[in-house]
């Protein structure tokens, strides 16, 4: 099912929220209806918790939303698009136009997003962070779905300084939030998030490294595609990134502002909105991680409300995701990105949450349970 | 979409078939037309194969059905339905009754099968393969999507000698084919396997094992929840049923009659139809994939046809799957059986369709490709 919602209304949100208050506003999940729910699955007529992570899928959602009627039918897809200046050090194998090209597509509905968010019922929102070219909805086809809320025209070369400013890493995750929060308040149940931004698993990838700890030989992957020069010229680029920046990694919004970027920073916030009122939010890949990884260093709780839609076959991606103790839903071999993971995983949470709903119990059913 | 058709029209089929005649005349997938779908594939608006498996999965579809828009939007779960003697053995938690009982609430729309099946647009139909209760579906609530087709009201119990007889062994299968023939008549382009019978995981073990080649103890699992007393039992009733019997693992009829169940050649019937008619079929967890081993043992090309839905928890799977070259699509930590597995994996498969003839190209789009 998907909202009607109209582009002014998102745009028009103007509440004023102070990265500190949202912060300190974050709750864990209510664990009373986490063992609710757990009592409720143990009542269906199948052997005990035999589905598996679809039980903890269901479970979770029940926490989340403290219901035992969790409700996922109304999704929605934010797709944070961003450029970087680091492609100036040959880190990618597309041109930098791309990421506006791919912004025209996801608007005429012709990406892989787009088909698998209409097959998963989920709206896709694509959210201006700061990339280069200066869109304007009003004249293009499927405009209606784009929010340009740029902080800059790109970020800038992060091998030669902060690849934006402190009050500008701040302003992307706030804007994020504020774009999320609108969707949220107009009803949508459950959040995914997306990326579009030639370049971006170089930053990426440094935020894992730093966020996590990792090395860059187990963090720097090949990206949409680069040779091994390639792949050996990204990792130089992220160690001479977090050598002449050197991230603090207990300040999440130093590492965005040193190495991220726009659109992680956006992802980030869209998080922290998912957490302060109480929604799901599934993440995509290797940039929706980054993103999840800064959300997280600014606040640990987020990740009670995170699903992880997919494994990515990008190198860092598994490190990312078990720092955060985040156990994937699908893991097929994708790196797309532009949420097309989260949106695919939607289609599994739903399923979780009609069977926790619909199935009978042994006793509706009339079955005998297990013998004595 | 559900297919509507109606009971009587499936009963009605009665056309003649003969198992040789079925595995003589099963072909490979057409190799021309997988190699024109990796060609549009590599025109799709995306790093070069980005959705990873949802490639393959398209890909294959193309191949089988021999054409660039395959098309999976009529789904059926068949759900074989048997009794087995060896629970005389003490080999399930659950009391026997339990496969008529559960039978009821499919029909009723009350089971995990249900839900799962609603949600992806498939008709679920169960057939009464050998289950002991005698069932009227003239008098059952659902009963419109009861095929009673009972080979025997349950097999011998196989420590004593043979499950069935060899005659029994090959109307199960051509039950099974014929029952998919009718399904796939009538408009069925995608279909799933599931299994019920208070047991059945035995047997499937000892089917595993011995056409596997696969030690017991990698091969024996606990099934709905025998605890670990009960899997030592189980181990042991599997060991003395293929001691006793002496199955030949080069004749999949041979390995059916002496360990098998009538769901489990149901099974394998249902997958020599979709093979031979060329449509593909997923297969859920442990019980379809012994009757998928039978149906492989009788005619190794099946192969082509076949989707593993998922990586079922229950032990051996992962060995069956393996010696069948099958890499699940979800592995979800699932083991309820009744096309559970093959129904949610189903999505994933829509999912991968709809990307393959939605995307536009990127001509289509007018986006740069990847820098020379």
Redo the contacts between chains.
Sequence with gaps: MTVSMKREEIMAAKENFKLEEILSGIRPVDSQWLEKARERTAQ?????R?????HEISERLCGIQKTLRPAVQRKAILVMAGDHGVVAEGVS???Q??TG??I??FL?G???I???S???GADVWVVDMGIIPELDPAAMDGGERLLVRKVARGTANFVQGPAMSRPEAEQAILTGFRTATALLRQGVELLGTGDMGIGNTTPSAAVGAVLTGTDLDRMVGKG??VDNEGLRRKQDVVRRGIQRNRPDRKDGLDVLCKVGGFEIGGIAGSILAAALHGRPVVIDGFISTAGALVAHALCPTVADYLFAGHCS?ELGHRAMLQYLQLDP????????GEG?GAA?AM??V??AV??FK???TFE????????A
Excluded at 364 to 371: F, I, L, M, N, Y
Aim: proline residues 3%; without cysteine; glycine residues 12%.
């Design positions: 269906l007529v199948m052997p005990a035999a589905l598996g992570r679809l194998a597309y041109p136009e791309v090209a791919m025209q597509t005429s012709g990406a892989g787009n088909s698998i209409r097959y998963v949409t595609g076959e839903i699908l893991d097929l071999g994708m790196r797309l097309t695919l289609s599994i739903e399923a009609r069977v619909e199935v009978l509706e059913a009339g079955v005998a349970g297990k013998e």
